[in-house]
T-cell receptor
Framework: AQSVTQLDSQVPVFEEAPVELRCNYS??????LFWYVQYPNQGLQLLLK??????LVESINGFEAEFNKSQTSFHLRKPSVHISDTAEYFC??????????FGTGTRLQVFP | NAGVMQNPRHLVRRRGQEARLRCSPM?????VYWYRQLPEEGLKFMVY????????ESGMPKERFSAEFPKEGPSILRIQQVVRGDSAAYFC?????????????FGAGSRLTVL
């Protein structure tokens, strides 16, 4: 069965600093990888996804993630964070089955 | 185009009562997924339904929990005889086809509190 590990439960960072949120998944023949963001008291919103092709994927708000098959990782990065990026970030994996498997989440807290 | 609609957003029940959570998928989506988020934890898959069929219920507790997605109307997650451990946020998601490479669209969630 697929599994996802998010190594950091909380990541505190100052505004305009770079950040990396780590995600590792269990190996499978083929996987699809996602990052979702959850703002307080809201549902999950898709941030970015890797399905195939280029291993570096980007979101419209400056986040990027790189699929590394040899490391079985899909770390999320942003070179300069804003206060508004404070949220919970979930990494998720699926194969060709019918469900997403989520990690336990990383709470990004951006301080002024 | 309304997104995935869940109601109620907040529900308070006493132990032993029943909780019914409703989910209307996005227009054109016929696949519905329910996830549960316990405090300080990630989302756990519960059940996947298509219209009138349960496709995968491997994440559903064996007792007290049931789900349906009738031909007409929203999907309903039903919890009978609730206990304090059922307190959680329950998220519904929908997709136009079976998941995998497809992106799920999530609702805002229903937060159940059991007193």
């Amino acid at each position: 069965a697929q599994s996802v590990t998010q190594l950091d439960s909380q990541v505190p960072v100052f505004e305009e600093a770079p950040v990396e949120l780590r995600c590792n998944y269990s190996s499978s023949v083929s996987v699809y990888l996602f990052w979702y963001v959850q703002y307080p008291n809201q549902g999950l919103q898709l941030l970015l996804k890797y399905l195939s092709g280029s291993t570096l994927v980007e979101s419209i708000n400056g986040f990027e993630a790189e699929f590394n098959k040899s490391q079985t990782s899909f770390h999320l990065r942003k070179p300069s964070v804003h206060i508004s990026d404070t949220a919970e970030y979930f990494c998720a994996v699926s194969d060709d089955t019918d469900k997403l498997i989520f990690g336990t989440g990383t709470r990004l807290q951006v301080f002024p | 185009n309304a997104g995935v609609m869940q109601n109620p957003r907040h529900l308070v029940r006493r132990r032993g009562q029943e909780a019914r959570l409703r989910c209307s998928p996005m227009k054109g989506h016929s696949h519905v997924y329910w996830y549960r988020q316990l405090p300080e934890e990630g989302l756990k898959f519960m059940v996947y339904l298509q219209k009138e069929n349960i496709i995968d219920e491997s994440g559903m507790p064996k007792e007290r929990f049931s789900a349906e997605f009738p031909k007409e109307g929203p999907s309903i997650l039903r919890i009978q005889q609730v206990v304090r451990g059922d307190s959680a946020a329950y998220f519904c998601a929908s997709s136009p086809v079976s998941s995998g490479a497809n992106v799920l669209t999530f609702g805002a969630g229903s937060r159940l509190t059991v007193l």
